[in-house]
């Protein structure tokens, strides 16, 4: 078994997980060294990590009657219009705006659809990817609109307007799962039975990705492209008579010149803690840093039935390595005593760390230089 790379910080935000305490969940802010959080004293918080403490500021009060947020929303960066304010978006559409000083304003508010995920599309413009959810899956790309202004120490924040560029309907409610969308360089692709790929207007073009995956005629479970480089990787499933499934795991190279090296098994030598029964391994989760530079991958081979603690690899990721991943890291998983479950985790983009949260206690990785 290896020797788990310990966490950089440890830091306890809760007392207990009891009923009168519920679990804190944690997202990603546009804030060094810090994860945010809405659940704690009605506050929306934002939890700077000083060594195994966390320094608490509070951003803004709310109701929950009139404030229905929970941290299990997805939030994305939104691009950067000056130095004293940071925007980012959450998966209700709205878009907040929070200076130096810590106070709020609000861009958009949109409940007339069921928003799952909003990233920027443009990093230059205020233009995003969103994919909604009512009835059926719907990827829609908007160009906002955010009026705010500064008068002295306080924001001007007023709700802006938006307009739908392009829009995609799929049968499916939901698509594959995560995000189920995935962008590397202006091409967007979606999984709904057959990978497709669409360009910054949703309109389907033809990417070697998509005819590999396509070609193989696979069911694929797990999933995560790279945002710049030219590859990805994948899991998928094979059922035999009795429908009994096998899990497959490949690292895929579109632009490899070997046709028969452009989808290869992902190499797991050193990756599983029980890699005796490859039927029984279980990996999913597949997540890219936010710079890149590490591929994060659950591992939930051990996990008894009824939990949901994985166990959790890095690859650092390498463009000059033909395979693209170097050797895993184990990080380990929640360890302490009591600790079930895995409540939510995140990024932190400065320094690039993972953040995971097991309701009570945060674990706070950060990414080796020079990997």
């Not at 950067?80 to 508010?109: R, V, Y």
């Not at 091409?187 to 033809?206: C, G, H, K, N």
Request: with cysteine; net charge negative; hydrophobic share 40%.
């Amino acid at each position: 078994m290896q020797t788990p790379f310990m966490p950089t910080s440890m830091a306890c935000i809760r007392n207990s997980v009891e009923d009168d305490y519920p679990p804190v969940t944690i997202f990603s802010v546009p804030f060094k060294n810090s994860v945010g959080t809405f659940d704690l004293d009605n506050e929306l918080s934002i939890l700077e990590f000083d060594g195994d403490n966390v320094i608490r500021k509070t951003v803004m009060k709310y109701n929950p009657a009139t404030f229905p947020y929970s941290s299990s929303d997805k939030f994305a960066y939104l691009p950067l219009n000056s130095e004293e304010i940071i925007h980012w978006a959450n998966t209700a559409m709205d878009i907040f705006s929070i200076s130096k000083k810590e106070q709020i304003a609000f861009g958009i508010k949109e409940y007339s659809d069921a928003y799952d995920y909003v990233t920027p599309l443009d990093k230059n413009q205020y233009i995003f990817l969103c994919k909604m959810h009512a009835g059926f899956a719907k990827l829609r790309i908007i160009a906002a609109n955010i009026p705010i202004s500064f008068a002295g120490d306080k924001i001007n924040g007023g709700f802006g307007t938006y307009k739908v560029i392009a829009e995609r309907k799929f049968e499916n409610e939901r698509l594959l799962g995560g995000t189920d969308f995935w962008i590397n360089n202006k091409t967007i692709f979606a999984y709904d039975s057959t990978m497709l790929a669409f360009d910054e207007r949703l309109q389907q073009v033809d990417h070697p990705l998509a005819r590999l995956i396509n070609e193989k005629k696979i069911q694929l479970h797990s999933f995560a492209v790279h945002s710049t480089l030219p590859f990805a990787i994948a899991r998928y499933l094979i059922y035999d008579e009795k429908y009994n499934a096998t899990n497959f795991y490949f690292l895929i190279r579109w632009q490899h010149q070997d046709r028969k090296q452009q989808m290869i098994p992902l190499p797991l030598a050193g990756v599983l803690q029980n890699p005796a029964d490859s039927i029984k391994v279980d990996l999913s989760h597949f997540e890219f840093s936010p710079d890149g530079k590490w591929l994060l991958i659950k591992d939930y081979s051990r996990d008894p039935p009824g939990s949901d603690n994985p166990d959790l690899y890095v690859f650092p990721v390498d463009s000059g390595n033909p395979m693209y991943l170097g050797s895993p890291l184990y990080l380990g998983n929640a360890g302490r005593v009591g600790a079930k479950k895995q409540e939510s985790a995140c990024w932190i983009a400065d320094p690039v760390s993972y953040v995971m949260c097991d309701g009570m206690v945060v674990y706070k990785w950060e990414m080796p230089k020079g990997k």
